[in-house]
């Protein structure tokens, strides 16, 4: 396939007239490449059923794990699910943002689109480039996370450039992600309470701020056990795992480093917050070093974590560690995200 290529930064004459062509294509059920303010999507028009079962071939995934469709203005759900005074309270909040939110379906959503579920995944993202692409393609766009499956989700152009090109009808090439992380999404369960499926920017405290009964799904930060069946299929995935192995470290700074340098394989790297850094590069044992970002950055180390992750494969490491994000704020994301990188393996040296 002949993949199309534009670069889109602003709203320029160009770009508009490239938007144009980005937004038919998805109306002739073909597969464009967007950016959003979390990670790129790979999307398709989500009422035909042809476009997105290409979606999921593209991808290389499991079509019984249902797409996310994403809508230029939060009314625009109507068409497509039977939304809630709470369902506009929290778009009056998030909305265009990071937040996902799981209504029941409308016949309009073809059973594909939403892996045979009743419900399905709505999403307004901020991204500007994102929105006017769905303006134009005058439907909702369907999209997973425009990654191979087994990868982590794209967060720059470059990374969409490397798994998808020859792969999709057009790749829109912009900023890296804002965010880095994908959106929260949460499952409207009734009138007066929410429950968390995946943590994202779009934090607990931040939905306390609209419902204050927010349950966390088990899987957010258990594994799951075998023969459970997750509340969202894409929950029981191993995702986001690097080629070596990744082993968290909950310790504090001398220990952390003590744990790293003290690993006798030749190939180690460490994924490190900026203050460490130093350290591990006037140590004698020689390891690579991925700066995370500050200790208390967590709205950076979110930015920078799949990116390293990506590095990393690029090298034949025997193992990398990284710390234990918190489990409050944004950190919850980073845990979620990260446990599954690593299988759940986790040194504990905390007392
Ligand atoms: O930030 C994001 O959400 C990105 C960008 C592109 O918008 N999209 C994204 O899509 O992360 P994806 O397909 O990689 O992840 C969507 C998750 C999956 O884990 C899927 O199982 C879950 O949403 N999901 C989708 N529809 C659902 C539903 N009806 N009920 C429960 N979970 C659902
Ligand atoms: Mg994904």
Do not use: W
Request: hydrophobic share 40%; proline share 5%.
């Amino acid at each position: 396939m002949n993949t199309k290529i534009f670069e889109i930064y602003d709203l320029d004459e160009k770009s508009r007239a490239e938007l144009d062509i980005a937004g038919d294509a998805v109306k002739d059920g073909k597969l464009v490449i967007f950016p959003t303010e979390t990670v790129y999507g790979l999307g398709a028009d989500a009422t035909n059923p042809t476009a997105v079962k290409n979606i999921y071939v593209a991808k290389g995934r499991p079509s019984d794990n249902p797409l996310i469709i994403h809508i230029s203005e939060p009314h625009e759900a109507e068409r497509y699910a039977y939304t809630s005074t709470l369902y506009y309270m929290l778009a009056e909040k998030f909305m265009p943002g990071p937040l996902t939110v799981i209504l029941n379906a409308k016949d309009t959503v073809p059973p594909i689109t939403r892996g045979g579920l009743d419900t399905v995944a709505v999403r307004c993202p901020s991204s500007i480039v994102a929105r006017e692409l769905i303006k134009r393609a005058g439907v909702a766009v369907a999209a997973p996370s425009a990654n191979l499956s087994g990868t982590p989700s794209p967060t720059s152009s470059e990374h969409v450039i490397k798994d998808m090109v020859g792969r999709v009808d057009v790749i829109i090439a912009s900023a890296e992600c804002e965010i880095g992380l994908e959106s929260t999404i949460v499952k409207i369960e009734s009138e007066d309470s929410v429950t968390l499926l995946r943590p994202g920017a779009i934090t607990v405290d931040q939905l306390c701020e609209v419902e204050n009964e927010v349950a966390i799904a088990d899987a957010v930060t258990d594994n799951l056990g075998e023969g459970d069946r997750p509340l969202s299929p894409g929950m029981k995935y191993r995702h986001y795992a690097p080629k070596a192995e990744l082993v968290l470290v909950d310790a504090d700074r001398e220990d952390f480093i003590k744990t790293v340098l003290s690993d006798t394989a030749e190939d180690v790297a460490v994924i490190s917050y900026s203050e460490y850094i130093a350290e591990f590069l006037s140590a004698d044992k020689k390891i690579d070093v991925y700066d995370f970002g500050s200790s208390d950055d967590e709205i950076v180390q979110a930015r920078n974590l799949f990116s390293i992750l990506r590095k990393t494969d690029e090298k034949s490491y025997t193992r990398i560690y990284a710390p234990l994000p918190k489990k409050d704020g944004m950190g919850l994301a980073l845990y979620n995200r990260m446990i599954r990188a690593a299988a759940h393996k986790i040194i504990r040296l905390r007392r």
